[in-house]
């Protein structure tokens, strides 16, 4: 019989958890996975919300890979000699200590972790006592020990002067060999001789080839060289054995520490693997609740595509302990028990669940499950009594901190005895106090429903117009089973379609079926009226996003419009203020005239007329060219944005005003000149314009004449200034913006022109 666990699918939760895993250790944690107690997993959950809020911010945990290394060690403390291999994988797990050592030196936001890596074991010594000896290439250095590089330095030697020696013995052999490369045989150098001429050469048959064709001959000549070498490699690994020797002591004697440390850096690595997994799933840690509760928002079922499943709620209290599910078949009623078991599971195993966030589940000491298909040949089962066994082991051991999960309880036998089973079963759970989950289509477990209070009914939504599945579970609301208008969808005979409706018709208990299409009816209403409000809802968001956009634009255009305003009055007073104070200082003079008082009178009046606002009105056009009165400025008109214009004076300046304030005149007679490097020079002399208009110039005329342009006002010391290059092809523009980046020691930046700066036909330029 499985288990629960196995039931619901949890090994291949576990399985999933350990693809993720870089250690032996961290796999083997994932794949042994299971419910752990309440101290140990609110511990286990803490460790678990640091590491999914850690890597994020500073990437995963420094561990490449670690092997198990118990039992090497347990080995080196009995006084074995460890392999090369044994020995790196030790080192290895030195060399990730220290690496975490440094990961988690800067870290300050996961007390927990910190503190736990603060406990990895220091074994720098360890690690260069090893490496003194192994090398990267698994192979032990020549230096390893005198004695080694003795040993090998004369090996050396000796297969220097074998092969010189074989040189000679090819030659005088070679007719009756079968090949003229050099070969080794059990560990000798030895000559392929064709097996006609084996009686020709000297020297002690080492092989035969497979094929009898082929006598592979140690020469005479280099028989005693040949033993020499064996001798020599035979002191070679007795050397190496020893070395390793001394390193596995060193391992044996520090075998708390190295299995310790080996065991931490599993742990950090099976806690990674676990929060690489939440992230994949989008899952959240759900919080243990201390009040008897299960309330899940949003739950996945982990195991299907996340980008189709169909998420649903879950809620039960110690007011309402079990949920009826009903609905048509292949509704989702099983994968929803599904869920919400699997769920716990994995929450209780210290896993980050598929849901939204705010999960809020009550510790469970079980979760049982009588779920799919029970029959068990070996036991003699049928499918009905599979389910009765599996019910009186529930019954058996079940209590009020478990969760029960029952799918379509009573079914194999006759529906009325059945649904007598499923109503005493539910009763009974109730009386055990414990959660329970049952899926039914028994008519009368609905209406037992609608009238206990401890039980809530829910059901697998259904499409009737489209007759298929939503997979949607709606709490509070038993459902219809469809069966009679599934069978009719897939072609059953509309003659056996009528029959079907006649009986149930007559056999039906009415009451309970009107009161579920009632409800139905009911909820599908309360369904549409809660989309038409969302619909409303978002339209309301959209004007009200509209209207934000709207307001900023207009917030945007009264700034620039205060700004150019206030630097008006500026100006105005300022030369208001230097005319008054000459007609003040005039009449502060002796010998004062009559006619001069007069004068200076009539200079008060004329400027006070000169400071009252004039507005001027008249029809204004692109291209009109206009003359702005407070400033004597004539331009033409580049712009025109509501009540706001833009003109552009013929030496390439720019000016914003309102259209009241300017006055249609005649185009100046002198034409605008092209802005080339003498005519900038004599703007410098007669004062520097704050923008350079190269529309018209070629992409070398325009580059030299910014250049120019630039360097009179960095020796003006300007900050900010505008070249205006228009659109067009854009290889102006392009050829512009590659010159300013080419010359970062006097550009400190520069962007697009804005909205009132000639945007995309502008560049704005910030000088350092």
Known sequence: MQTSSQVLEFPKIAEAASLLARTERGKAACLHLAMLPKDALAKELSFLDETINLIPRYGRFPIDVSSDLEHIVALAAKGSVLSIEDLERVANDVLTANALHKYFAGIELSPLLVAYAQGLPTLSFLEKDIHKIIGPNLQVYDDASPELKHIRISMDRLEKEMVHKLGFVLEENKVYLSDTTLTIKNGHYVLPVANAYKNKVKGIVQDVSSSGATTFIEPELIVEMNNKMVELKNAEREEIHRLLGILSQEVGGSADAVTLLNRMIGYLDFLQAKALYADQLHAHIAHISESKELFIQGARHPLLDQSKVVPNDFRLSEDKRVIVISGPNAGGKTVALKTLGLLVLMHEAGLAIPTLEGAEIYYLHHVYTDIGDSQSLADNLSTFSGHMSNLAGIFATVGGNDLVLLDEVGTGTSPKEGEAIAYASIKFLLSKHCFTLVSSHFEGLKAYALSEPSIVNASMLFDAEKLLPTYQLKMGLPGESYGISVASRYGVDPQVITIAQSYLGEHEDVSISQAIERLSQLSRDEEEAKAALARKEADLAKEKEAFAKEEGSLKKREENYLSDVKATKAKMLEDAQKEIDEVLASLDKPELKMHEVIAAKKR?????????????????????????????????????????????????????????????TKAPEDKPVALTGAYIDTMVSKGLPLEINIIGQHVDEGLASIADYLDSCRIKGYKRVRIIHGLGSGALRSAVQNYLKKHPEFVASFETGGEYEGGGGATIVHLK
């Not at 006070?608 to 206009?626: C, M, R, S």
């Not at 033409?636 to 300046?653: M, Q, Y």
């Open 604 to 664: 008060l009046s004329d400027l006070k007329e000169k400071q009252e606002e004039v507005h001027f009105t008249g029809e204004i056009a692109l291209n009109d060219y206009v003359e702005i009165p407070a400033y004597g400025v004539i331009g033409k008109v580049d712009r025109i944005s509501g009540d706001n214009i833009e003109i552009a004076t013929a030496d390439g300046l720019t000016f914003k005003t309102k259209k009241d304030q300017v006055r249609v």
